[in-house]
């Protein structure tokens, strides 16, 4: 759309509008602007002019975090975005900084050479300036064969924190479950895939929501590379249980029996619960501008919850508040006692296998360092001496903080600032509270950022326009940079600079669109 609004769109209102007020010959002129060729070099000179600001800051010395994240491409090839956080004009600026292509069946060695070729070789970037690297867990990029991560911190000299992306974390953590749940599970994805496999099927069910009136009239697919799949497909099946029954009953599918078993369905209203509220923290976890202090509040909060959640059912009235579709369902069905104390126990077994799985893959050692360090989540909390001494920083560093602590102008600032854009402000003044403080909250903790990426990537990319263009559009889309348009404008070769101001201008027009 980018690279066509302005000759399928703009330019024939703009004739009609011509024609219209003046004449056909005035028109005529119109048609000399250029096309769509043209559109594209001019969305790679945008590109080109974004990536020579963040890379002109970035070799400035300072300090950089990235986020790395793979994926099959809509041709044959692997896709690896990169992302980058630093410091500038105080405050933290998360910006894309490269897209690699990349051919399949590459060993990590290979990946890490392309990388080392851009970053170093292209952008002639300084890897002991990295102080973070943020990545998923998967094979391809951690496993025994790949080592991706192990190069990269050896270029580093070991000096960069690496962070298993909090939300892949989640993701790996909620997979487990007792086998009569996981059954539920595969049959809601049965029978949605049934009818979403089907274009027939889902047009017949569309039809047949809307005649009756139903909340929703489509199914959402199940896919395990996203993260929020789950949660969204067990709604809206449980909530399109009566209508499915039907439809599936009409078409004679065996998965029609699924919705007459009592017990399956009251399943299916605890699974659309949790995985509701996991959903929930998984979007916790994501958007900008957030610190591991943060994320990790929101881990153990839901962990510490898990476990209230199952002190709950083990006590001798059992309560159910925590899960209101599970708890409606039961209150409106009338479901045997027995019956029902068994799916407490299978409910239990799962949020205590659920409890143990986040226990292992978000481990209390793990996040030692941010105890050691909970000073920067609020200096002032340490007023007095003897709170400070207990915080086992050098001399230097207490006074610092003893200081900083005391001042009510600056007590201001942190209640008005971002904790990233508080340190940096006072970086002068407090030169070591504040490095350690950056160095500390600089790393991603999630690889959300590669993931927007990809989807950008992906409505901006067809078989049609799969070429090397497609990392500029990217870069348009995604970049946090602004780019000096009279810059942009004065270097185009055009005779009419007016007439290059409104071809920009539609390029703009259909670049935030399609953003």
Same mark, same amino acid.
């Given at each position: 759309?980018?690279?066509t609004?302005?000759e399928?769109?703009i ?8 024609r219209?007020?003046f004449d ?6 119109l048609k000399?602007?250029?096309s769509?060729?043209t559109?594209s ?7 080109e002019?974004?990536?020579t600001?963040?890379? =002109? &800051?970035?070799?400035s ?6 986020q ?15 992302y980058?956080r630093?410091a500038?004009?105080?405050d933290?600026v998360e ?5 690699l292509?990349l ?5 990590g ?6 990388l ?12 002991k300036?990295?102080?973070?690297i ?6 391809n990029?951690t496993?025994?064969h790949?080592?991706?991560?192990k ?11 690496w ?5 892949h ?10 086998q009569n749940l996981m ?13 979403k ?6 047009r017949l069910l569309?039809t #047949?929501?809307?005649?009756i009136g139903a ?7 199940? =896919? ?6 789950q949660g969204?497909i067990?709604? &809206?099946?449980y909530?399109?249980?009566?209508e499915i029954?039907? #439809?599936?009953t009409?078409?004679k599918s065996h998965?029609?029996t699924v919705?007459?078993d009592?017990i399956w369905v009251?399943k299916?209203?605890?699974?659309t619960?949790i995985?509701?509220?996991l ?6 976890l994501q958007g ?5 202090f943060q994320?990790v509040e ?7 919850t898990l476990l209230?959640?199952q002190?709950r059912?083990?006590s001798?009235?059992?309560s159910y ?6 708890l409606?369902?039961i209150e ?6 027995n019956?029902l ?6 409910v239990l077994?799962?949020?205590?296998s659920?409890?143990?799985?986040f226990n292992?893959? #978000? ?7 941010l105890?050691?360090?909970?000073w920067v989540k ?14 086992n ?15 009510y102008a ?9 904790l990233s854009?508080?340190?940096?402000k006072?970086k002068?003044? #407090?030169?070591?509270l504040?490095?350690k403080s ?9 690889t959300?950022l ?7 990537l992906?409505q901006?990319k067809?078989?049609e326009r799969?070429g ?11 970049s946090?940079?602004v ?9 185009q070769?055009?005779?009419?600079v007016?007439?290059? &101001?409104?071809?920009?201008g539609?390029?703009?027009?259909s ?5």
């Amino acid at each position: 759309m980018a690279h066509t609004a302005a000759e399928k769109i703009i330019l024939p209102a703009c004739l009609d509008m011509v024609r219209t007020i003046f004449d056909d010959k005035s028109a005529d002129k119109l048609k000399s602007i250029p096309s769509d060729s043209t559109i594209s070099l001019r969305i790679c000179t945008i590109a080109e002019h974004l990536e020579t600001m963040l890379i =002109t &800051r970035l070799q400035s010395g300072i300090d950089f975090a990235i986020q790395l994240d793979e994926s099959p491409d809509i041709g044959s090839g692997t896709t690896l975005l990169v992302y980058v956080r630093y410091a500038w004009q105080g405050d933290f600026v998360e910006d894309f900084l490269c897209c690699l292509n990349l051919t399949s069946h590459r060993s990590g060695l290979d990946i890490f050479t392309e990388l080392e070729k851009c970053i170093v070789g292209q952008y002639k970037l300084n890897w002991k300036h990295c102080k973070g690297i943020t990545s998923d867990g998967t094979a391809n990029i951690t496993g025994k064969h790949s080592r991706i991560i192990k190069k990269l911190l050896e270029v580093t000299n070991n000096s960069a924190a690496w962070n298993h992306c909090f939300i892949h974390r989640e993701a790996l953590a909620c997979r487990e479950m007792p086998q009569n749940l996981m059954r539920v599970l595969k049959n809601a994805v049965k029978v949605v895939n049934f009818i979403k496999g089907s274009s027939l099927n889902s047009r017949l069910l569309e039809t #047949f929501c809307s005649e009756i009136g139903a909340n929703y009239t489509h199914l959402l697919y199940h =896919t395990k590379v996203r993260w929020l799949s789950q949660g969204k497909i067990l709604s &809206r099946v449980y909530e399109l249980r009566r209508e499915i029954h039907v #439809f599936l009953t009409e078409k004679k599918s065996h998965l029609a029996t699924v919705f007459e078993d009592d017990i399956w369905v009251t399943k299916l209203a605890y699974l659309t619960d949790i995985f509701g509220i996991l959903n929930e923290l998984s979007l916790k976890l994501q958007g900008k501008n957030s610190d591991i202090f943060q994320h990790v509040e929101h881990i153990q909060g839901f962990h510490k919850t898990l476990l209230l959640w199952q002190a709950r059912l083990k006590s001798s009235r059992p309560s159910y508040y925590m899960f209101p579709r599970f708890l409606q369902h039961i209150e409106e069905n009338i479901i045997n006692e027995n019956i029902l104390e068994e799916i407490k126990l299978e409910v239990l077994l799962h949020l205590t296998s659920l409890s143990q799985t986040f226990n292992h893959f #978000f481990p209390e050692e793990k996040f030692e360092t941010l105890k050691e360090n909970c000073w920067v989540k609020d200096p002032f909390a340490f007023r007095n001496p003897e709170s400070i001494i207990e915080l086992n920083l050098v001399p230097e560093e207490e006074n610092e903080l003893l200081q900083l602590s005391s001042s009510y102008a600056l007590k201001n600032d942190y209640e008005t600032l971002s904790l990233s854009a508080f340190w940096i402000k006072i970086k002068e003044d #407090f030169p070591l509270l504040s490095r350690k403080s950056v160095l500390l909250l600089l790393p991603f903790t999630t690889t959300s950022l590669c993931e927007l990426g990809f989807s950008v990537l992906t409505q901006l990319k067809t078989k049609e326009r799969n070429g090397p263009n497609g990392a500029a559009g990217l870069r348009v889309a995604v970049s946090s940079c602004v780019p000096d348009w009279n810059e942009l404008v004065n270097r185009q070769a055009h005779p009419s600079v007016s007439s290059v &101001r409104c071809h920009l201008g539609a390029e703009v027009m259909s670049i935030s669109h399609d953003t």
